[in-house]
């Protein structure tokens, strides 16, 4: 699972990444400021937020996670050295999966990111419903991919992002994740590698790995190992050398 940590201690932030990955966590990223971490969000799949209450910035942790969780509800977990009875009143309006003080245990840190996984972002049936999102996905949860044309739209949150076909240059296959490559910008699903080509459906963009996808129209060498696109490296499979020969004779 994704995990993104908000830390202005750059030390404290490093050994908690070590232990989160240690654990078989991804970090997709560390945030010492509120605009920063809100930045990350935005541009990484983050499935759980671990946040310190006092860092640097404009605003506290606990502002910071009531603006990500405006953008999407995610689950946070304070860790904090604070715990006063403001402090942990202001936390409690943001409904956190859990508030743990430092020094933080790495066993129940474990448990509280477990738990917080598990049951999600749901609300007890003592606290007030989530605020209805100003626009509602048009289509079901498990329909990630609107194809129209020679373009897609990628659900990322509550809302979709056009991507062109043709701009697209790898695609990266993580667990049960795929991650979309173009020159500027990633988008991560959680969808596997297969169907997310079965839902492209574009013969320019091929598998040629077990892990990996490219557009044979951007590729600019490749030998018996690897394949380049736009500087980007990407290994080549024996059992997928075939097809992509073939795809590339129909780009060129």
């Not at 671990?50 to 999407?72: S, W």
Request: glycine letters at 4%; a negative charge.
């Amino acid at each position: 699972m994704n995990l993104l940590v908000v830390e202005d201690e750059a030390i404290l932030a490093m050994t908690l990444c070590d232990h989160l990955e240690a654990e078989g966590y991804r970090v997709v990223g560390i945030a010492n400021n509120g605009l920063k971490a809100i930045d990350l969000f935005q541009h990484n799949q983050v499935d759980l937020l671990l946040c310190d209450i006092t860092i640097k910035g404009e605003f506290d942790g606990i502002e910071t996670a009531r603006r990500i969780n405006a953008i999407r509800n995610v689950p946070v977990i304070y860790l904090t050295a604070y715990s006063d009875s403001d402090t942990v009143s202001r936390a409690k309006q943001t409904f956190p999966a859990a508030y743990l003080t430092k020094p933080y245990d790495i066993m129940n840190l474990r448990l509280a990111i477990e738990i917080a996984l598990n049951n999600g972002t749901r609300p007890t049936s003592a606290s007030p419903p989530p605020a209805t999102p100003a626009v509602e996905p048009m289509v079901s949860a498990r329909e990630m991919i609107l194809k129209s044309d020679q373009h897609i739209f990628i659900r990322q949150g509550y809302q979709f992002v056009k991507v062109n076909l043709s701009d697209i240059h790898v695609l990266v296959a993580e667990d049960i994740y795929t991650t979309f490559l173009t020159a500027t910008k990633k988008y991560s699903l959680r969808m596997p590698l297969t169907t997310v080509l079965d839902k492209l459906d574009y013969p320019k963009v091929v598998r040629v790995h077990r892990s990996y996808a490219v557009n044979t129209s951007l590729v600019d060498t490749f030998d018996e190992n690897e394949i380049r696109v736009a500087e980007r490296l990407v290994p080549l499979g024996r059992h997928y050398k075939d097809q992509f020969l073939q795809s590339l004779h129909q780009s060129t």
